[in-house]
């Protein structure tokens, strides 16, 4: 069974920093490219960050590619989303994405939090 579990979200104060986790469990990361996505009440998922595989190539949303990062470990099955001078705007549930041909898998969220 395949399980993707992000971690790393919560409450942080404006101007800070935050680095979100997903590891997947019962397939190799390393054939998958990944990606984050964000999603607030009311609205769609919405692309934030993508990391291709065999290049490791990445691509990011306009409004955000000043601040985060995306990377991954395959060999720690894992993807990470460095996230710096956070602002309130980036308030909402996190969702790690792995996508091979037409198989793709998600998995359940993290909740962001960006307030004083």
């Known amino acids: 069974q395949v399980q993707l579990v992000e971690s790393g979200g919560g409450l942080v104060q404006p101007g800070g920093s935050l680095r979100l986790s997903c590891e997947a469990f019962?397939?190799?990361?390393?054939?998958?490219?990944l990606s984050w996505y964000r999603q607030t009440p009311g609205k769609d998922r919405e692309l934030v960050a993508y990391i291709g595989t065999i290049s490791g190539s990445t691509s990011y949303a306009d409004a955000v590619k000043c601040r985060l990062t995306i990377s991954r470990d395959n060999v720690k099955n894992a993807v990470y989303l460095q996230m710096n001078s956070l602002i309130p705007e980036y308030t909402g549930g996190y969702y790690c994405?792995?996508?091979?041909?037409?198989?793709?898998?998600w998995g359940q969220g993290t909740q962001l939090t960006v307030s004083s």
């Open positions: 994405k792995a996508a091979l041909v037409q198989s793709h898998y």
């Open positions: 019962g397939v190799s990361f390393s054939l998958y490219s």
